[in-house]
């Protein structure tokens, strides 16, 4: 390998850098957890604890995917009775009521997408703790993909939240959230920290080097 081509392949934390995670600025590792001269945020090579925090994170979120999925998220109403449905019974109502479209959107952005941001994390605290070197492109456009639908799982939520608003202007039904609902969303916010705890950084680490 030439000079050039392993100076391109080394990263700044094995050739003596850090840089700043506020203002990027890049400073001598040996001041790491110094105050950045630039802007006084304390320098990283690495987020600190990044492993571990994540793993907690990610365990919380695992626990409590169990009980959004089984308690009810919506509560309805009316003069003729009350309902309650969970997830898994309002895609299987609106599937079977002929919305098949919003049936598939509600499956995918409320079961599919937040077990495949719990399986991503998993994989990566997983390839980083054994050092994997293999397949690191591919990790990183997963790490990207984890943080880029991270923002949609909350489809649920909202839809709970706009039929609440919608009903209440009538006086013969009421629609409220359900405990599956403060369930579900604390698992999308706890996969969201977690991934902004996870340091992708990692990734790319050699088996030299210590994780963060």
Request: with cysteine; charged share 15%; net charge positive.
């Amino acid at each position: 390998m030439s000079e050039t081509a392993a100076l391109a392949a080394s990263s700044a934390r094995s050739l003596g850098l850090a840089a700043c995670p506020a203002c990027g600025r890049i400073e001598p590792l040996s001041r790491e957890d110094a105050p950045c001269g630039r802007c006084g945020n304390p320098l990283h090579s690495r987020k600190p604890e990044s492993v571990s925090r994540t793993w907690a994170l990610l365990t919380a979120a695992c626990v409590l995917f169990i009980p959004a999925n089984l308690l009810p998220i919506m509560e309805t109403g009316s003069l003729f009775g009350s309902q309650q449905d969970t997830i898994i019974s309002g895609v299987i109502y609106l599937w079977t009521s002929g919305s098949w479209p919003l049936a598939a959107l509600v499956f995918f952005a409320s079961i599919v997408v937040p077990l495949a941001k719990l399986a991503i994390l998993g994989f990566l605290l997983v390839s980083v703790h054994y050092r994997m070197r293999r397949w690191r492109g591919i990790r990183t456009r997963l790490y990207r993909f984890v943080e880029f639908v991270g923002r949609w799982s909350m489809l649920d939520i909202f839809v709970v939240t706009v039929l609440a608003a919608l009903v209440r202007l009538q006086s013969l039904a009421t629609i409220k959230a359900g405990p599956g609902a403060l369930a579900f969303g604390a698992v999308v916010v706890l996969t969201m920290l977690a991934s902004m705890a996870f340091d992708p950084r990692l990734i790319w680490d050699g088996p030299e080097e210590r994780n963060g």
